[in-house]
């Protein structure tokens, strides 16, 4: 049974910084990629950033150049370092593992972690 686990959330100042990791227990194939999502009770849930199975990183605009992904396949980890964190931020932050893809567009993935709370105050 796959279980992922979120650490590193936390409140912050704007302009400040946070790392978040996720620890995967279980197996997940090398093709299976990851990311990392964020959700507020206002919006729905957004991708912020993955990393494919072919090692491939991407970045939603809002957090393209602040944030950095990073995936450890040894210690099964997916980190996400968050620089210059803005008001915006503040959302819970989901780990995702393994792409589903419907008509070849990733449209979610297999296995979520249980959300990390992320505030960042101005």
């Known amino acids: 049974q796959v279980q992922l686990v979120e650490s590193g959330g936390g409140s912050v100042q704007a302009g400040g910084s946070l790392k978040l990791s996720c620890v995967v227990s279980?197996?997940?194939?090398?093709?299976?990629?990851m990311g990392w999502y964020r959700q507020t009770p206002e919006k729905e849930r957004e991708l912020v950033s993955s990393s494919m199975y072919d090692d491939t990183t991407s970045y939603s605009d809002s957090v393209k150049g602040r944030f950095t992904i990073s995936r450890d396949y040894a210690k099964k980890t997916l980190d996400l370092q968050m620089n210059s964190l803005k008001t915006e931020g503040t959302a819970a932050y989901y780990c995702?593992?393994?792409?589903?893809?419907?008509?070849?567009?990733?449209?979610?993935?297999?296995?979520w972690g249980t959300g990390n709370q992320v505030t960042v105050s101005s």
């Open positions: 279980g197996y997940i194939g090398r093709g299976c990629g």
């Open positions: 995702a593992a393994c792409e589903i893809y419907r008509g070849g567009n990733l449209v979610g993935y297999s296995y």
